[in-house]
Each structure stands twice: as structure tokens, then as C-alpha cells.
């Protein structure tokens, strides 16, 4: 059974940072494009940030700069560093991994395969 399990959530003010893990079981994803995205209140699920298996890396503009995603192959986990949050960066953050293999990782949630179940950062002003 593949699963992806998002832990390190939480409650931060503003200008803190959290670092969150995505742990992967069921399958190998070292060879699978990573992602982060996120969801706040009455608005729809965007990016944030994706991983390529060869380890590129891409940002949503909103968190450039102040996120990194990263991650470990040998322990099948994904990470986001965040740092220098906002208020507006309060959400319910998603990992995903995308199995198709392509030239670029991919922005758009519809491409990736497996979900995690989220975990809430909220940022206080």
C-alpha cells in the first residue's frame, strides 16, 4: 500500500520557521518528481514547490527565497524548510509524487499520483 505521511505542522508567528517531512512507504520514489503544495480556507490547492529525481528543484514566486524543498532518496522522504513565514503562507500543506517521468517536474497538482492527508501550518501575525 503506497503511502505518503506529512508530519512538522504546526503553530508559528510570523518570521519563524517550520521544516516539514514527507515520509513515502509502498514503493520506491527515488526515481518520481516530489511536491509540496497547499491549500488555505476557501481557496484552491497551488504549488509551492517540486523536487526532480536528479534533484532540481522549482518554487512558487510566493516562496522563493524563503523555502527549500529536499530530499532524502535512501529514506524515501521529502522535506520543506520553511523560513521567514507569513500569515499568508497558512495553509494545509500536501506532499505528492508524481510517477510519470518527464523532462521537467511537473506545477500542476492534476499530474501527480500520490497524496498525503495534509498537515496545518498556521502563521500568527
Not at 511536491?35 to 523536487?51: C, L, M, S, Y
Amino acid at each position: 500500500q503506497v503511502q505518503l505521511v506529512e508530519s512538522g505542522g504546526g503553530l508559528v508567528q510570523a518570521g519563524g520557521s517550520l521544516r516539514l517531512s514527507c515520509a513515502a512507504s509502498g514503493r520506491t520514489f527515488s526515481y518520481d518528481a516530489m511536491g509540496w503544495f497547499r491549500q488555505a480556507p476557501g481557496k484552491e490547492r497551488e504549488f509551492v514547490a517540486a523536487i526532480a529525481w536528479s534533484g532540481g528543484t522549482f518554487y512558487a514566486d510566493s516562496v522563493k527565497g524563503r523555502f527549500t524543498i529536499s530530499r532524502d532518496n535512501a529514506k524515501n522522504t521529502l522535506y520543506l524548510q520553511m523560513n521567514s513565514l507569513k500569515p499568508e503562507d497558512t495553509a494545509v500543506y500536501y506532499c505528492a509524487a508524481d510517477r510519470t517521468v518527464r523532462a521537467l517536474p511537473s506545477l500542476r497538482s492534476l499530474n501527480y499520483d500520490y497524496w498525503g492527508q495534509g498537515t496545518q501550518v498556521t502563521v500568527s501575525s
